[in-house]
């Protein structure tokens, strides 16, 4: 059982590159969520998907894109990558129903540094 | 509004003693929920505990035990007899039941060291 699978495990990109992280799951969870992590803070929610076809804003989207077309897969694009961008970036998934309650699941990241 | 704090940036620890990592958490809500999560030197999150506001009960699992006392909105994590692999940074993490869906607000970690 796979989980949570993002890819690649690291990048390096020029200012004004653009990206697609990817991330999949093989759990059938309804819920996905991207957050970024930066050192000495904690994560932060960038967007979230409660199912194939809806996507929402979390805490800081500006600079990514996202969508859903399967219950899988929920690729995170950097449209023009800028060095504030640098960071390490986790998908997680999680059944829908109650969100809050539910135990979200992490991939294994994405370090992404922007030059 | 809505926060976790994580006071201890560091600690550093000999194996076999106990350590408490402390997390403080701000809602208004009513209903929420509180969670741990490791993340060893390899970089995944490894979800540990979940606990909702209505359960004060601590929890024990193994060497690990939780105390949550709403009265000091704390959620605060003991490792017993601390060993080598303990060695990772830990999130407290708070989820409300009337916030963004699904969005779980972290601390800012505890970077933990058991040193043999």
């Known amino acids: 059982n796979a989980g949570v699978t993002q890819t690649p495990k690291f990048q390096v990109l020029k200012t004004g590159q653009s990206m697609t992280l990817q991330c999949a799951q093989d759990?059938?969870?309804?819920?996905m969520s991207w957050y970024r992590q930066d050192p000495g803070m904690g994560l932060r929610l960038i967007h979230y998907?409660?199912?194939?076809?809806?996507?929402d804003q979390g805490e800081v989207p500006n600079g990514y894109n996202v969508s859903r077309s399967t219950t899988e897969d929920f690729p995170l694009r950097l449209l023009s990558a800028a060095p504030s961008q640098t960071s390490v970036y986790f998908c997680?998934?999680?059944?829908?129903?109650?969100?809050?309650?539910?135990?979200?699941?992490f991939g294994a990241g994405t370090r992404l540094s922007v030059l | 509004a809505q926060k976790v704090t994580q006071a201890q940036t560091e600690i550093s620890v000999v194996e076999k003693e106990d350590v408490t990592l402390d997390c403080v958490y701000e809602?208004?809500?009513?209903?929420?929920?509180l969670f741990w999560y490791k993340q060893p030197p390899s970089g995944e999150l490894v979800f540990l505990i979940r606990?909702?506001?209505?359960?004060?009960q601590n929890e024990i699992s193994g060497r690990y035990s939780w105390n949550f006392q709403k009265s000091t909105s704390s959620f605060n994590f003991t490792i017993t007899a601390s060993q080598v692999v303990d060695s990772a940074v830990y999130f407290c993490a708070l989820s409300e039941a009337g916030g963004s869906q699904g969005n779980l607000i972290f601390g800012k970690g505890t970077k933990l060291s058991v040193k043999p």
């Open positions: 606990r909702n506001s209505f359960d004060e």
């Open positions: 809602t208004r809500d009513t209903t929420y929920y």
């Open positions: 759990m059938n969870h309804e819920y």
């Open positions: 997680a998934s999680s059944y829908s129903g109650a969100i809050a309650k539910n135990i979200q699941y």
């Open positions: 998907s409660v199912g194939a076809g809806i996507t």
